[in-house]
């Protein structure tokens, strides 16, 4: 009857959305966590792919103009600093590379992610008693 909300198609990841199943403020982390596993500055769209492959993102694309932003106000935090690379051919590329900051911040986000996972569990047992029921075994989410 109850399913873990796996988005298909874009429509279904509105639907998603609605379930609180994107928690897009958590891009952050990601991007911290495909900068620090790099061992050299990476492009804008290789971001966009590994997050992509990440946890929060299940094989689906995330936009890449919300990466960008994202990016953006990273940079303006110094969590970030880019360059740009202008190759002999094609087009000039902007690399982005973690800072000392972005390496603390990513630290204080393993504490803060665990603080959501116990607020959320939480929430789970509250929700689960306001209806009457016993509490549903956690799902088997895609990837988990």
């Known amino acids: 009857m109850w399913?873990?909300?796996?988005?298909?198609?874009?429509?279904?990841?509105?639907?998603?959305?609605?379930?609180?199943s994107t928690l897009s403020r958590l891009s952050q982390p990601t991007i911290l966590t495909i900068l620090a596993a790099s061992d050299e500055p990476l492009h804008g769209y290789i971001i966009v792919q590994r997050a992509a492959d990440s946890p929060m993102f299940g094989g689906k694309k995330p936009d890449a103009a919300g990466v960008y932003r994202t990016l953006?106000?990273?940079?303006?935090?110094?969590?970030v600093v880019s360059q740009w690379e202008t190759p002999k051919a094609g087009p000039a590329k902007?690399?982005?590379?973690?800072?000392?900051?972005?390496?603390?911040?990513?630290?204080?986000?393993?504490?803060?992610?665990?603080?959501?996972?116990?607020?959320?569990?939480?929430?789970?047992?509250?929700?689960?008693?306001?209806?009457?029921?016993?509490?549903?075994?956690?799902?088997?989410?895609?990837?988990?």
């Open 3 to 20: 399913q873990v909300c796996s988005p298909q198609s874009n429509g279904e990841l509105k639907e998603c959305a609605v379930l609180g």
């Open 72 to 79: 953006k106000n990273m940079e303006e935090s110094n969590l």
């Open 94 to 144: 902007r690399m982005f590379m973690l800072t000392d900051n972005g390496r603390t911040t990513l630290r204080r986000w393993i504490d803060s992610l665990a603080c959501y996972q116990a607020t959320i569990e939480e929430l789970r047992v509250a929700a689960a008693t306001s209806l009457g029921i016993d509490l549903p075994p956690t799902p088997v989410c895609d990837g988990h």
